[in-house]
C-alpha cells in the first residue's frame, strides 16, 4: 500500500511537471513573441536594404564625379572624411548612450590594439576602391567586386574554422568563373582608332584594374574575418569599439592625406562637389551598419549583401550612365545567380 502510495505521488510530479514544460513552450509562441520576432526581421531587412543600396550605388556615382575621364577628387583625402564621420557618429552615440565613463581612464593597450589592423586593412580597401574606377566601369568593378565572397568564405574556413557544404564551395567555384568569363570578355583588346571613333560607353577592365580587384578582394575578406573575430571576442560596446576602430583609421588616413598635401598634390578637399559628400556620407554609413552585422549577425550576411549590390549597380548603371552591355554580359551574371542560390539556399 504504501509502495502504491509513493509511486502514484511520483506520477503526480511527473504530470505537473510535464504540465508545466507544456506551458512554458505555449508562452514562447506567445502573440508578444511573434510580434517581437516580426519587428526584429523588419529591422534587420531595412538595414540590409539600406546596405544594399548604398554599397550598389558606390561606383555609379563615382563615375559621376569624373572629369575628363579622371576622379577629380583626392582618394586619400575622401577616405579621411568617410573615417571622421565614422568616429564622430561613434562617439555620438556613445554620448546618447551613457557610455562616456568607459572613457574617463585611459584604455588598456591590449583592448585597444587588435583594433590596428582592420584599420590599417579597410583604409588599403577603400582607397583601392577608387583607384579601380580609372581601371574599369563601374559595372566590371561591381561585378568583379563579388569575387571577394569566394575570397572572404576561403578565409572564414580557414580562419575561423567555418566549415562550408559541398554546394556552398561549389557556388564559390562558379564565381570564380563568372569573374575570369567577364574579365575575359572586358578586356581592352580592340584596336584604339576603333575604340577612339566609338564614344559610348562600354564594359572595359585593363589588366592593370583585374590586378587591383584581386588584391581588393584578398584585403576585403582578410579585413572582414579578423573585424568580425575583434567585434565578437570582445565584451565591450559595439559604439566604443566602434570609436576605437575608426580612431586608428582617422590617424593613418590623416597621415596619407597630409603627407599626400605636403607632397604638392591637391588640397585637402579639393575637387570635391555635392555627389562626392553624399558618397562620403553614403560610406560612412554602410560602414557603420556594417559593424552592426559583424557584431550581431555574421559573414556570411555580409556577402548576401554584396551579392545583391550587383542588382542596383546594374540598374544605375543603366539609367544614369547609359552602360551598353555586351551580348556575353548576361552569361557571367546568370553563374552569379546560380552561385547565390546555391550558397544561401
Same mark, same amino acid.
Given at each position: ?18 504540465? %508545466? ?25 531595412? @538595414? ?12 555609379? $556615382?563615382?563615375?559621376?564625379?569624373? &572629369? ?12 579621411? %572624411?568617410?573615417? #571622421? ?24 593597450? @591590449?583592448? &585597444? ?33 563579388? #569575387? ?5 568564405? @576561403?578565409?572564414?574556413? &580557414? ?15 562558379? $564565381? ?10 572586358? #578586356? ?26 584581386? &588584391? ?73 551598419? %556594417? ?19 550587383? $542588382?542596383?549597380?546594374? $540598374? ?30
Amino acid at each position: 500500500m504504501w509502495n502504491e502510495y509513493l509511486l502514484e505521488i511520483k506520477w503526480g510530479f511527473f504530470c505537473g511537471s510535464l504540465r %508545466m514544460i507544456v506551458i512554458q513552450n505555449v508562452g514562447t509562441r506567445s502573440p508578444a513573441r511573434i510580434r517581437s520576432q516580426w519587428a526584429s526581421r523588419v529591422k534587420w531587412g531595412l @538595414l540590409l536594404s539600406l546596405m544594399v543600396l548604398i554599397y550598389g550605388s558606390h561606383a555609379p $556615382l563615382i563615375a559621376l564625379t569624373k &572629369v575628363d575621364g579622371r576622379v577629380p577628387f583626392s582618394a586619400s583625402s575622401s577616405v579621411l %572624411m568617410i573615417e #571622421l564621420a565614422k568616429l564622430l557618429v561613434s562617439l555620438l552615440s556613445l554620448v546618447l548612450a551613457g557610455g562616456t565613463a568607459s572613457l574617463s581612464a585611459p584604455p588598456n593597450p @591590449l583592448l &585597444v590594439a587588435p583594433y590596428a589592423v582592420p584599420a590599417v586593412l579597410y583604409t588599403l580597401n577603400n582607397n583601392l576602391v577608387v583607384l579601380m574606377q580609372a581601371y574599369m566601369d563601374p559595372s566590371s568593378y561591381q561585378m568583379l567586386s563579388n #569575387l571577394k565572397i569566394a575570397s572572404t568564405a @576561403l578565409l572564414y574556413s &580557414v580562419c575561423l574554422g567555418k566549415r562550408l557544404q559541398a554546394a556552398q564551395w561549389l557556388a564559390l567555384g562558379l $564565381l570564380t568563373a563568372a569573374g575570369l568569363c567577364h574579365s575575359y570578355s572586358s #578586356l581592352d583588346l580592340e584596336d584604339p582608332v576603333g575604340a577612339e571613333a566609338d564614344k559610348a560607353p562600354r564594359l572595359h577592365v585593363t589588366a592593370w584594374g583585374l590586378f587591383l580587384v584581386l &588584391v581588393y578582394c584578398f584585403v576585403s575578406g582578410l579585413a572582414a574575418v579578423y573585424t568580425e573575430r575583434v567585434l565578437k571576442s570582445q565584451k565591450l560596446p559595439l559604439s566604443l569599439q566602434n570609436l576605437y576602430l575608426y580612431m586608428f583609421g582617422v590617424a593613418i588616413n590623416g597621415l596619407s592625406s597630409f603627407s599626400s598635401s605636403s607632397a604638392g598634390d591637391a588640397s585637402l578637399l579639393e575637387g570635391y562637389s555635392g555627389v562626392v559628400w553624399v558618397i562620403i556620407a553614403g560610406q560612412a554609413t554602410n560602414g557603420l551598419l %556594417m559593424s552592426v552585422v559583424l557584431k550581431h549577425g555574421s559573414g556570411i550576411t555580409r556577402l548576401f549583401v554584396i551579392s545583391a549590390s550587383m $542588382l542596383v549597380n546594374a $540598374l544605375l548603371s543603366w539609367v544614369v550612365l547609359g552602360l551598353q552591355l555586351t551580348p556575353f554580359f548576361p552569361v557571367p551574371c546568370a553563374m552569379i545567380a546560380l552561385a547565390a542560390y546555391l550558397y544561401y539556399r
